[in-house]
């Protein structure tokens, strides 16, 4: 059976349900997890003619593009695997997927290593650091500084309404981290005893701005107040590069039932329920955005962003 432009490979399927349902959470694992897909969909697809192929490998682009609206890393990932598409065969066009996509994820785990090894440089020894919600990057500058030497302590926020907090929790417990688990509201009280706040990024705008997950810019505002420096982890992949040309980036707005169960709508009455999943924090809270090409203050992102986007013209490889 030949595939139509509409049918993705079943393994493309799955990646975008389990990415839209959350089963693959966290940026850099969701831009991880389109690059497999995509490299799955060109091993095993049945394209008899390269017009077929380009055709197929279009569609798994926008079947997964449209999972999740506001972690660039997903796009950036789609971008650089299939713009690395090419070849007069159907045999050329399947070798250059799998050449790009498996260079694409091995140069996603060598930036996380090199960011975590330069976000451990802002760590001392005995500092406690302050966290939001689940993030690699962030983590990688803890597993760092761990092995530089340093003892480090977490303060953990729970990160309602999906508590992500609690993967970070046993992330840090299997690092042997020591863990204190708080539940959000009890952060501004915790600052005191918090050297870093530490959290990642699911998008970078070119004014510096941080889009990560909500509550990240409440607790921007409450560290700045209190003079705890915060350090966002993200590697270049959560640069945003349409926002160098003023477009903004959708917050996504998830299911009211995450918030509200039916039971407890039952109990209270019909209310509004809304339930967006990030928020924008502004420069000026942030201390520094450490990515695997160095660290940045904020403001001065959007050089480095000129230098890695620059040169990218046209439309989107997925689109026909
Ligand atoms: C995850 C989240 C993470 C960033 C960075 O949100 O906001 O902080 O994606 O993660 P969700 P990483 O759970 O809704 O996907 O550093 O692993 O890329």
Redesign the pocket.
Known sequence: MTQSDSEVHPAVESAAEDIAT?EI???????DAAAEALAVEAEESEAETPAEFRATMRAAGRRLVET?P??V?LPNALRYVLRGMGGESVEGLRSSILDSAAEFRRELDQA?DNLGRIGANRLRDGDTVMT?????????CVEHALDQGKEIHAIVKETRP?K?GHITARWLREMDVPVTLIVDNAARRYLDQTDHVL????SIAADGSVI??IG?SGLAVNARERGVPIMV???T??LHPDTMTGHTVEI?M?DEREVLTLDDEADIGDVTVENP??DVTPPRYVDAIVTERGQFPPESIVTLMRELFGDQQGGEPWET
Do not use: P, W, Y
Not at 199 to 202: M, Q
């Open positions: 959350m959470r966290g940026a850099a694992t969701i831009a999740r506001t972690a890393s996380q939001h919600c689940h993030s690699t990057d962030a983590l990688s999906r992500q959290v990642g990024a699911d990560n997950k990240t982890a993200a590697q992949l959560k996504e998830r999943a990030f």
